[in-house]
């Protein structure tokens, strides 16, 4: 099933985010770590991310390739789902950014 990744540590800030993204229609599934993410067997189905730049660890500057729109915190709701609308119905793939990151740390 495609989805939304949540990238993010905080939990609090994961679930307001797929609470937001639930009440719009849209799936999610949260990670607390771009590790967490990149070793999920369902990375692969993620067709948009949303992510926090400032990570423990691989930070989120790895998955920033491709990305679409960039908010400050906190963002408006309005703001925030119209971009996520528009982007999940171009289904960029942010995946690709992260396999790249993976291929250069090996």
């Known amino acids: 099933m ?12 994961r679930e307001a985010i797929a609470a937001l993204l639930g009440a719009a229609g849209s799936p999610s599934r949260g990670f607390g770590s771009t590790e967490e993410f990149m070793s999920s067997p369902k990375m692969a189905e993620a067709a948009c991310l949303v992510f926090d730049l400032r990570l423990p660890g691989i930070d989120g500057l790895a ?4 990305a679409v729109a960039f908010f400050r915190k ?3 709701e309005a703001e925030f789902l119209g971009v996520v609308g528009r982007t999940w119905q171009t ?7 992260v396999r790249r990151h993976q291929a250069k740390a090996q």
Not at 2 to 13: N, S
Not at 63 to 66: E, H, T, V
């Open 63 to 66: 998955l920033r390739q491709g």
């Open 74 to 76: 906190p963002f408006g």
């Open 2 to 13: 495609v989805y939304f990744a949540i990238v993010h540590d905080h939990l609090g800030l």
């Open 91 to 97: 289904r960029p793939e942010p995946v690709d950014a």
